[in-house]
């Protein structure tokens, strides 16, 4: 089990391997979904994330199994829209334990 750093004096939200697996084949199944749900393309998606669009395509497809950076990233990016982040929350991908472990 891997422990997400914290800032000093606070005790690290541990999310196990298994969790963070299923975090991101969740995320990816839904991807496209919610891009359409914010109406950015894969081209634009890939270059606010500094990875490529054939990354995001072969996630989408399943060719590719989603790191856990990219899935931070997502999950950073997607939470600045309030409509967005209640979506993600009823799929169970911005789940409490996310959002603790991350501190948003």
């Not at 005790?11 to 950015?40: F, Q, V």
């Not at 996630?59 to 990219?70: G, L, P």
């Amino acid at each position: 089990m891997r422990v997400v750093a914290m800032s000093k004096g606070v005790k690290p939200m541990a999310i196990s391997k298994e969790t963070k697996n299923n975090l991101c084949m969740n995320l990816g199944t839904n991807l496209s979904t919610i891009r359409a749900k914010t109406d950015i393309s894969q081209d634009e998606l890939a270059a606010k994330l500094g990875i490529t669009r054939q990354t995001i395509t072969a996630i989408e497809t399943k060719r590719r199994v989603m790191q856990w950076s990219t899935f931070v990233a997502l999950i950073l990016f997607f939470t600045r829209n309030d409509e967005v982040k209640s979506i993600m929350e009823v799929m169970g991908i911005y789940t409490v334990d996310v959002k603790e472990a991350l501190k948003i």
